[in-house]
C-alpha cells in the first residue's frame, strides 16, 4: 500500500477541487452523524426512563367538574367504593396528578425552616392509598397508614392561615429526594419542611417515583408523597390498578359503573398508564426518528458521493489503468489503488469532522444545555464512515480492476 500512496497523493493534487469538495462532504457527514447519534442515545435513555410504579398494570380515569353543591370529598369516597367494586379491580387510589402525566404540582423543600433557599424542589402527591396502588417500592420505613391522612381542604386553609392543625405530619420521599436532602445519611425521622411552618417527618424512602414532568437528570427522581384526603373534581384522578391483561376490560368496566351511578358525571379522560408512557414521550420518539432519517440520508448522499466520484475518476483513467495492467500490474493491485485512495480521503475528513463535531457539540452545549459529547462517539463515528467509504469504493474498483490491458489501451 505504501507504494501507492505517492502516485495517490500525485494524482489528488492535480484534482484538489474534486477532492476537497469530498473531503468537506465527509467532515459534515461526520461531524452531524456523531452529534446525531449522540443526541438519539439521549432521547431513547429518556424514553426508557424508570417510573418507579407498575405501569403494566395501571389504569387512569379522570372526570369534569360535580354539579354545585355536591360533596367533593364524600363522592370521591363513594367513587372509590364503586371502583374497587369493579371485577378485576385490585387498589383504587386517588390523586393529583401522575407519573408522567404533563403538567406538575411541585413544592420548594428545606431541610431547616430558617433557610432562605430550598435544598430541593420536588414532585408533591397528594392522594388516598396512592403508594399501594402505584406499586411503588418501599425500600426503608413504613407506608403510609390511615391514621396519618388528613383533610386536603382543611390543610390548605390551615397553611393559609399560618396554623399548623390540620396539616399532614408525615410524608414518604424517595431516594433520591433523600440522597439530595441528607447526602450519605438516614432520612427516616428526620423533618423536612414545604414552609418555614410547614414540616413533615419522613417516615418511608420508595426506591423510585418520577415525576410528571421528568426530565434526563438526577431531579427526575425527586418526589415526595404526603396524605391527604383528595375531593372528587377535574384536578384529581382515580388510578385503578389491575393485571395486565385485563387492563382494557377493567377501564371499560370502571367508566361504565360511573356512568352508571350518575349519567350526568363526564369522563374527560380514560387511559391505560403505557398511553400515558406513550404520550408523554412521543415528542422525543419523533425526534429520534427524524435524527435517524437525517444520518440515514447524509450518510447515503456521502456514499453517492464517493461512488459518483469514484466512477469518474475510473473513467478518466482508464488509459492509466491499461498501461499498469500491461506492465504487470495485478487486480488486486488496481483494486488496492482506488481502495487507498478512498481511504486517504476519507481520513482527510474524519479528521476534519471531528474538529467539527467537536464545536458542533459546544454549540449545542451553549445554547440548548445539552451534555459534552462522549470521546468515545468520534472513534465509532470514524469507523463507521471509514466502513463507508470503502463499501461505496468497492464496485467502482472492482470495474477498474477488471478493464483488460488490452482494451483498455486500444480505448486510449
Sequence with gaps: MSTDIGPIVSTLRRHRTTAWLLVLEIALTCAIVCNAVFLIGQRLDRVNMPSGVAEQELVQIQLGDLAAGKD??????????????VPGVQSVAITNQVPFGGSSSNSNLRIDPSQHDPVANAA?????NLPQTLGTRLVAGRKLAPGDYVNADVAVDALNRGRTEGLPTVAVITRALAERLWPGQEPLGRMVYLTDKA????????????????????????????????GADKDESYLLRTRPQDRQRVLAAAVAALHKADPQRVVTRKR?????????????REMAG?????????????????????????????????VRRALGATRADILRYFQTENFLLATAGIVLGMVLAYGLNLFLMAHYELPRLPIGYLPAGALALWLLGQLAVLGPALRAAEVPPVVATRSA
Design 72 to 85: 367533593r370529598y364524600a363522592r370521591a369516597q363513594e367513587d372509590m367504593a364503586l371502583l374497587r367494586q
Design 124 to 128: 408533591t402527591y397528594l392522594g388516598e
Design 199 to 230: 414540616g413533615v417527618r419522613v417516615v418511608g424512602v420508595l426506591d423510585t417515583l418520577v415525576r410528571p414532568n421528568a426530565y434526563r437528570d438526577a431531579t427526575a427522581q425527586y418526589a415526595v408523597i404526603l396524605p391527604l384526603h383528595m
Design 272 to 284: 391505560t398508564f403505557a398511553e400515558v408512557r406513550q404520550e408523554f414521550f412521543r415528542s422525543d
Design 290 to 322: 427524524t435524527l435517524v432519517g437525517v444520518c440515514i440520508a447524509l450518510l447515503t448522499v456521502t456514499a453517492l458521493g464517493i461512488v459518483g466520484l469514484a466512477s469518474f475518476w475510473v473513467s478518466q483513467r482508464r488509459r492509466t489503468i491499461g
